[in-house]
Structures are given as C-alpha cells and as structure tokens.
C-alpha cells in the first residue's frame, strides 16, 4: 500500500486548525480563525484547502455505544480459505453489508483479517459469528477476543509528528 503524502506542506497554521477541527469539529470559522490566529477569510480559505486535499476526510459526532445499548466490543481475526484476490475481495464485499463490523483491517501476520465488532451482548454476538460471518463464503477460521475494558479510543491523530 503507498502512502499518501500531503500535496502541500503543512505550515504552523495548518497544523493548528488541524489539531482544533479534530479536537472539536462543531468549531465555527469565526472561533476556529481566534483559536488559530488568522483572521476568518484566510481560515475559511485553507479549511477548504484541507478539505480539497482530502487532509480532514469529514465531520462527525462521536457516539457512546454503550449509552445507546451496544455493550459488547470484539476484535475478531479471520483467516480466509485461499488467498487468491477474488476471494479477498468477496470477503471485503460481504463485511461492507455487516452493520456489527465497524471496522475492518486486512493484516499482515497469523491472521487476514481483523475486524471490530460491537453487538449488545454475548448473544448478539453469537448469533453474528454463528449466522453471519462463519457462512459468509471463504471463511477458514475465526478467532475473537473481547474487550474488557478500554485504556485508549479514537485519539486524535497526532499532529504533533508532523
């Protein structure tokens, strides 16, 4: 996989607005322009320049799944039966129409992929490996680990190493 690099350099400015939009992204141009030091057209300007550049892929809230009644998160390592492209791409195809996947990782090493998983509970679960992902075509074996508790989760990304 090739690395995708910025097509301009960041200065001090843009590395700024990036820190403030990750760290609240609800941030009005007016209150991001104070936070950053820019008065509001240059700011709108190159907000709209990180967006063009695909720098700040897009805006969400973050939601508490556990609040909302999904309790149970796994990371589940599947191993396909061959390793042709075909049947890669078929995995891929068939883990895009399962909403309990929230992310999905293909991964060098044991496994091939890695996928996050979040259910209600231990039920929901099963029901989601037994009746889904184990008869979704090619898949070898399945291996789960569940999260017993979370030290660190959707930090921003460091902007600080740039």
């Known amino acids: 996989m090739q690395q995708k690099m910025p097509a301009t350099a960041l ?3 843009d590395r700024r607005i990036l820190a403030a939009l ?17 008065s509001p057209s240059p700011c709108l300007r190159r907000v709209r320049r990180l967006e063009a550049e ?11 799944r556990r609040r909302l009644g ?3 998160m796994a990371f589940v390592s599947v191993n396909i039966e061959r390793h042709r492209d075909v049947d890669a ?3 891929r195809q068939a883990v895009l129409a399962m909403p309990e ?3 999905c990782y293909i991964t060098s090493g044991d496994h091939d992929f890695l996928l996050q998983v979040v259910v209600t509970d231990l ?14 075509p090619g898949v070898k074996s399945v291996y ?3 999260v017993i508790d979370t030290i660190k989760e959707d930090v921003p990304v460091p902007i600080g190493l740039l």
């Open 144 to 146: 789960s680990s569940f």
């Open 89 to 91: 791409t078929k995995f």
């Open 54 to 64: 695909h720098l700040i892929e897009r805006y969400a809230a973050k939601l508490d």
């Open 11 to 13: 200065d001090a400015i």
């Open 123 to 136: 039920d929901a679960y099963r029901r989601f490996t037994l009746e889904t992902l184990m008869r979704t």
């Open 70 to 72: 999904l309790g149970l």
């Open 101 to 103: 996947v929230v992310s």
């Open 22 to 38: 990750q760290s609240d992204g609800r941030l009005t141009n007016l209150e991001l322009a104070a936070r950053v030091g820019l």
